[in-house]
């Protein structure tokens, strides 16, 4: 028996997710609020960041270039949205937001989400570091072996803009029955 990947949300459920999400966590990080809503299988990284991008279209939220990718934050036409339909999040959502919302907060505060480091090896390669880190801890680490500096540099360049789409796909193709 092949098992179903569960039923997407639709996509104004997704919205008002994220809406309730950066009303309770604040301001953070693409890479920090894919990985709770990951780790309670809410939503994939593809549809966070196309409702993301919708909102902030829409004004209901705000992005910034952060570090490692972009911060977003709640609007107030966010908030104005979340009072005429945040009952429409499911129940299941606002539990765990009212019980988990304050410690994933305190995680957020302060984290810098990407690292990245480049030696050069005995062999004349360059090795290229790459980490996700949640509380100054790596959760994901790529050691790269690239033939130039040049390529290391770019290579790493590019780090904090794709670390948090790395990561989802990483987790997302774990995660996944074979077929």
């Given at each position: 028996m092949k098992l179903q990947p569960p039923p997407r949300a639709p996509e104004q459920e997704q919205k008002l997710v994220l809406l309730r999400c950066l009303d309770q966590f604040g301001p953070c990080t693409e890479l920090q609020m894919v990985r709770f809503l990951m780790e309670h299988d809410l939503m994939n990284y593809f549809d966070m960041m196309f409702a993301l991008n919708e909102l902030c279209d829409q004004g209901q939220a705000a992005r910034s270039k952060a570090r490692a990718g972009y911060r977003y934050e709640l609007t107030e036409a966010g908030r104005e949205a979340l009072t005429l339909f945040g009952g429409r999040v499911p129940r299941?959502?606002?539990?765990?937001?009212?019980?988990?919302?304050?410690?994933?907060?305190?995680?957020?505060?302060?984290?810098?989400?990407?690292?990245?480091?480049?030696?050069?090896?005995?062999?004349?390669?360059?090795?290229?570091?790459?980490?996700?880190?949640?509380?100054?801890?790596?959760?994901?680490?790529?050691?790269?072996?690239?033939?130039?500096?040049?390529?290391?540099s770019k290579t790493a360049e590019k780090w904090p803009r794709k670390a948090a789409e790395i990561y989802g796909t990483v987790v997302r193709l774990l995660?996944?029955?074979e077929k």
């Open positions: 299941s959502v606002q539990t765990l937001l009212q019980k988990t919302g304050r410690e994933w907060q305190s995680r957020f505060q302060g984290e810098d989400g990407s690292r990245t480091e480049i030696r050069r090896a005995e062999n004349g390669e360059y090795e290229t570091v790459l980490e996700v880190v949640d509380r100054d801890k790596p959760v994901l680490t790529l050691r790269l072996m690239l033939p130039s500096r040049e390529m290391a995660a996944e029955e």
